[in-house]
């Protein structure tokens, strides 16, 4: 009886070991609401910490989005567009190169119908979805559901079969959330030296120290006006929270005249911080803020704060206008979290030196060094607004602003910058530089520092860290480090990184799916899982399957922080047949090429649906990235692998199996 109690309980373990391999981190619920011949369709989705769902709105050339597919849509009407609870977070993805929204912990759809009739009816169809932590993803999803009106029962609740992952993960948004934050307040601080604003500091100490108030009473009212000037400031954000909310959020991001504003609105700023013209606000304005001031009191210091930030915006607006728009992409805390940062720096001094006035002493002199950090600012907003023309210029494929085109304004905008700091450049508000001073010098070998790293972009160079900011490799008509691996490709027989010496031998024929399906940097294979092992049988390989997806953020990553690892190219390029196995491509296959699913009974007539089934009834998994290697027979060589950006631990993972290969042979 023990042994037996023993054999299940390591039956049961090994048997939860393989299921717990296909992850589910989204379950959908389904409901139906119904008022005569209309009705309300919800769709819930409850998803596991840590994973998200994408939104059901994306732009071109993402990842999968949620969508709701009905068997037969001409049994009713659409009654409004689907609405969305809660909004989907925004997040800028730097591997896609635009703003994707996505859901966590829970999403619910509503959609509003009215029947054509007044039959019973039953409204068939699914819901497709995919979702992703920060390891890996699941495939494209379908959940099925069926929604029984016009009947006493008109509630149906379904769960999914399966769970998908695409997206961007919560930490990342908080992360990402902490770093504007942190940025903002640099900006702050950036704006506080500049001529419209540092001068006022003496004169706005001056005012709570001559107001006739006592030591407590003044120093009481400098703290309220140092809050008077967040609050202003934190206000603005709210309000182009407000304005510009999630579901204006995918026109902002992806549309060209959103983009073509921001790039105008920089450049326009960028121009006014270089002594072109000045931007002010009405003169009526001011001076209507200003006469509140004598007021007094808390009344008087919340108008003494608003006068400040009238007064100073023709300083302070490019860089507020920076921010906001920077943030305007859909967020609601964005843009206060932007502005609460930026108004904490900007009031600080105001504040402390008002609480302290015998620090005043110790402050720099005005002078032409203020103007100088405009300029200095200036060619900032010029380097930074050319991404706003970029993101149009990718979307509509005008071709205007490609890689080399923008990595050729960089550089030539940080090197003006760094003869500028050297006083090799003068603007009309500038005053002679007589010495370079220490920290000019400083801020002048970093642009220079910078510009030699933007060089090597111009021949192909990766530049991983501002990848995010440059439009794609594939726009770049000049890869040098394309054309050193093709010439490589044509040589002759050389030892590899991993000791072994090949031929460079060319893939046995023409791959299937090749004229939309690509691998990375250069590398051939095949997109066809029977086709790259009779290739791999003929050249006597083992083969490297990689089940990847369009939508996959993590399988870029790899591709750009791993697979470009010299030592990982060589041993791909030479030692192994690559098939890339796409689990989320639309594309539909021959009749003679679908098959029948062993795991849910399904007709597979795609690609995308072939190979994900294919994972999921062979290796018990449907997250990508997932590295399977194999022999000739089919068999595993070593433990597959997923997501991990440790080059030196893929290398040895890659090594292990072209050992055990060679064992076998």
Request: charged letters at 20%; hydrophobic letters at 45%.
């Amino acid at each position: 009886m023990k042994r037996a109690t023993l054999l299940l309980s390591i039956l049961f373990f090994i048997s939860f070991q393989l299921f717990a391999q296909i992850l589910e981190p989204v379950k959908w619920t389904f409901e139906s609401k119904q008022d005569g011949n209309e009705a309300t369709l919800i769709f819930k989705a409850v998803i596991e910490e840590g994973w998200h769902l994408y939104d059901t709105q994306l732009p071109e050339g993402g990842p999968i989005k949620t969508s709701i597919h009905f068997a037969d849509s001409t049994l009713f009407e659409l009654a409004g567009e689907l609405t969305k609870d809660p909004q989907p977070t925004e997040v800028f993805d730097k591997t896609f190169n635009m703003k994707l929204g996505y859901f966590s912990k829970q999403a619910v759809l509503t959609q509003k119908i009215k029947l054509k009739n007044t039959d019973k009816v039953d409204i068939k169809g699914f819901v497709e979805f995919m979702s992703c932590n920060d390891e890996s993803c699941t495939p494209p999803t379908e959940s099925e559901f069926s929604f029984n009106l016009n009947s006493s029962d008109s509630k149906t609740e379904v769960s999914s079969t399966l769970a998908h992952e695409d997206g961007v993960d919560a930490t990342k948004g908080s992360g990402n959330l902490l770093l504007f934050l942190f940025f903002s307040f640099l900006a702050g601080l950036a704006a506080i030296l500049t001529p419209c604003v540092f001068p006022m500091i003496p004169m706005t100490v001056s005012f709570f120290m001559n107001s006739g108030e006592s030591k407590l009473k003044s120093r009481l009212y400098a703290a309220f006006y140092g809050f008077s000037i967040i609050g202003i400031y934190t206000i603005v954000g709210t309000l182009v929270a407000v304005i510009f909310g999630p579901g204006a959020a995918n026109w902002l991001s992806t549309h060209w005249i959103p983009n073509l504003i921001f790039f105008a609105v920089f450049m326009l700023f960028a121009f006014s911080f270089f002594g072109m013209f000045e931007i002010v606000l009405p003169s009526w304005l001011v001076n209507k803020s200003d006469k509140q001031v004598d007021k007094g009191g808390f009344m008087g210091s919340f108008f003494m704060a608003l006068t400040l930030v009238l007064v100073s915006f023709s300083c302070t607006g490019p860089i507020v206008g920076a921010i906001l728009v920077e943030s305007a992409g859909g967020q609601i805390l964005k843009p206060i979290v932007g502005m609460f940062g930026f108004s904490l720096a900007f009031a600080l001094p105001f504040t402390l030196f008002a609480l302290f006035p015998g620090w005043l002493n110790n402050l720099p002199k005005s002078g032409g060094w203020l103007n100088s950090v405009k300029v200095v600012l200036g060619f900032l907003e010029l380097a930074l607004g050319l991404k706003f023309l970029s993101v149009a210029d990718q979307t509509y494929h005008w071709g205007i602003l490609d890689r080399e085109v923008y990595l050729a304004l960089w550089i030539v905008i940080f090197t003006l910058l760094g003869f500028y700091l050297l006083g090799k450049l003068k603007f009309a508000h500038d005053s002679d530089v007589k010495h370079v001073s220490v920290p000019r010098l400083l801020l002048a070998i970093i642009s220079f520092s910078f510009v030699v790293y933007l060089a090597p972009g111009m021949f192909g160079a990766p530049l991983k860290a501002i990848s995010g900011y440059l439009p794609p490799q594939a726009t770049h008509d000049f890869d040098l480090h394309q054309i050193i691996r093709d010439e490589i490709k044509l040589g002759t027989p050389h030892q590899t990184a991993s000791g072994l010496t090949v031929n460079n031998e060319e893939i046995c024929d023409k791959p299937k799916f090749s004229e939309f399906l690509h691998l990375p940097h250069g590398l051939e294979g095949y997109f066809d899982f029977e086709q790259g092992m009779a290739c791999a049988r003929k050249q006597n390989k083992p083969v490297f399957i990689d089940f990847t997806g369009h939508g996959c953020v993590n399988c870029r990553e790899m591709e750009a922080n791993v697979w470009s690892d010299p030592r990982v190219l060589d041993r791909l390029r030479n030692n192994f047949v690559v098939v890339a196995l796409y689990v989320d491509d639309k594309s539909t296959l021959p009749e003679s090429e679908w098959i029948t699913s062993t795991y849910d009974g399904k007709v597979k007539k795609t690609l995308g649906k072939k190979y994900a089934d294919f994972q999921i009834s062979r290796y018990g998994v449907n997250a990508q990235p997932y590295y399977v290697l194999l022999d000739g027979k089919e068999q595993k060589l070593v433990e597959p692998r997923a997501y991990d950006l440790n080059a030196d631990r893929f290398v040895e993972f890659l090594d292990q199996a072209l050992a055990e290969f060679n064992k076998r042979k």
